[in-house]
Each structure stands twice: as C-alpha cells, then as structure tokens.
C-alpha cells in the first residue's frame, strides 16, 4: 500500500519576540520571514484538496489567528507565540476543516524550524 501526501509551503512577514530567551536581542519584537510546510495525507492521486486553495486556507487561518503588527495586512504579530505555538496552532485550525493534517513545520528565514506531528490519542484499553 503506498500512503499518498501533499504538502505545501507559505511564507509569511510576522513580527514576534521571547521575553525570556537566553539571546538578549530576541527578547524585543524582531521580524521574520516564516517559511510554513503543511503536510496533507490524500487518499487518491485526484487529491482532495488543491494546492492552492490549500495554500490559501492557511494564509485565511493565519490571519484570521493573528492581527497585523502595524499597517495592514503584513507582518502579522505572533506576538509571544513560538514557531512550535505556531505550528500547532495552524495544525489544530487546519484539521478543524476536515483536512488529514499530519505535519505543520514553521521556520524562521527558512534556517531554524520546529515542526509538529499530529498523534491520535491512545485508547485507553491499549
Ligand atoms: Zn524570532
């Protein structure tokens, strides 16, 4: 049986900061270029869902989370949230649109990333 998936990339300008990082500058509101992977498990090779209209869901998702930092419409403010709150926001949003998300990976400028997989819960009974 072969698994079948699709992923897509958007990047987006968002400003953030970590009050308590260990590097002092990150501790200020900084801008990055988020680079954002998605990954969709598909069912058939006709897949369920497009590549653009995927791509385009997750900007609406994004915005619909997150408030401009400035001027309208970009950079978004991530406020405090990390590329883990990130990513694991946009997988929970995405999944709530009936799509199989397995994988929300969010770097900044492309170079460091968290990324996070979706799990089913256990059953209890093992
Ligand atoms: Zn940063």
Same mark, same amino acid.
């Given at each position: 049986?072969? =698994? %079948?998936?699709? %992923?897509? %990339?958007?990047?987006?300008?968002?400003?953030?900061?970590?009050?308590?990082? +260990?590097?002092?500058? #990150?501790?200020? +509101?900084h801008r990055h270029l988020f680079h954002i992977q998605v990954c969709v498990r598909v069912k058939s090779e006709d897949r369920e869902v497009e590549f653009f209209a995927l791509q385009k869901l997750i900007l609406n998702k #994004?915005? =619909?989370?997150?408030?401009?930092?400035?001027? +309208? +419409?970009?950079?978004l403010n991530f406020v405090t949230a990390s590329c883990e709150t990130i990513a694991s926001h946009l997988l929970t949003k995405l999944r709530e649109c009936e799509l199989d998300v397995v994988s929300v990976e969010v770097s900044e400028d492309d170079e460091n990333s968290a990324f996070v997989v979706w799990k089913e819960e256990q059953d209890e009974k093992g």
């Open positions: 049986m072969v =698994e %079948k998936f699709v %992923k897509v %990339k958007v990047v987006v300008p968002g400003v953030h900061y970590w009050s308590r990082s +260990p590097v002092a500058y #990150l501790a200020y +509101p #994004l915005t =619909e989370s997150y408030e401009p930092f400035s001027e +309208p +419409p970009l950079p």
